[in-house]
T-cell receptor
Framework: LAKTTQPISMDSYEGQEVNITCSHNNIATNDYITWYQQFPSQGPRFIIQGYKTKVTNEVASLFIPADRKSSTLSLPRVSLSDTAVYYCLVVPSGNTPLVFGKGTRLSVIA | DTGVSQDPRHKITKRGQNVTFRCDPISEHNRLYWYRQTLGQGPEFLTYFQNEAQLEKSRLLSDRFSAERPKGSFSTLEIQRTEQGDSAMYLC?????????????FGDGTRLSIL
């Protein structure tokens, strides 16, 4: 399984765009990149998933360069309610058990 | 779609007691996963089912732990002779196992505290 590396913590002011970059140098050909968000005392919530280039949904965008050795989760105009831990995961095809790291703790400040 | 449901949300018990947790997955999701999460760490995989078959168990799942999914719908996770180190959040997730890119959806967990 490809190991992921992401910043332990980030701070941002409300209304700013936040970009969280994750490196996964050993990603395999059939692996997907998946991001989850977790609030205290809740389970992780799926945000977005992609294989290559760019994926966008109503919550976030995911940018994946051609070599796929890294990915960037982009959160537009964050609010206080976006304060959470964000996990980057590399998921082999076939929907196998997920391997979580420690994630990035995002703190949004008013 | 009511989401993944876990019961109870909190459980406090004395060391040495047995506890059982229940997970109701999203309907029609044939894969069901159990994870454990301790403070400051990401969730760690314990075991998973496809329908009623238990396909994989982590080395974290000692012989005091047992999981079942008898009819391929809800699942139970039992811990016998609980120890202090079992204190954690126990998370359940489900997914459609047919597609390569079907994400896992998590419940809000059962927080276990061992006195």
């Amino acid at each position: 399984l490809a190991k992921t590396t992401q910043p332990i913590s980030m701070d941002s002011y409300e209304g700013q765009e936040v970009n969280i970059t994750c490196s996964h140098n050993n990603i395999a050909t059939n692996d997907y990149i998946t991001w989850y968000q977790q609030f205290p005392s809740q389970g992780p919530r799926f945000i977005i998933q992609g294989y290559k280039t760019k994926v966008t949904n109503e919550v976030a965008s995911l940018f994946i360069p051609a070599d796929r050795k890294s990915s960037t989760l982009s959160l537009p105009r964050v609010s206080l309610s976006d304060t959470a831990v964000y996990y980057c995961l590399v998921v082999p095809s076939g929907n196998t058990p997920l391997v979580f790291g420690k994630g990035t703790r995002l703190s949004v400040i008013a | 779609d009511t989401g993944v449901s876990q019961d109870p949300r909190h459980k406090i018990t004395k060391r040495g007691q047995n506890v059982t947790f229940r997970c109701d997955p999203i309907s029609e999701h044939n894969r069901l996963y159990w994870y454990r999460q301790t403070l400051g760490q990401g969730p760690e995989f314990l075991t998973y089912f496809q329908n009623e078959a238990q396909l994989e168990k982590s080395r974290l799942l000692s012989d005091r732990f047992s999981a079942e999914r008898p009819k391929g719908s809800f699942s139970t996770l039992e811990i016998q002779r609980t120890e202090q180190g079992d204190s954690a959040m126990y998370l359940c997730a489900s997914s459609l196992g047919t597609g390569e890119d079907q994400p896992q959806h998590f419940g809000d967990g059962t927080r276990l505290s061992i006195l």
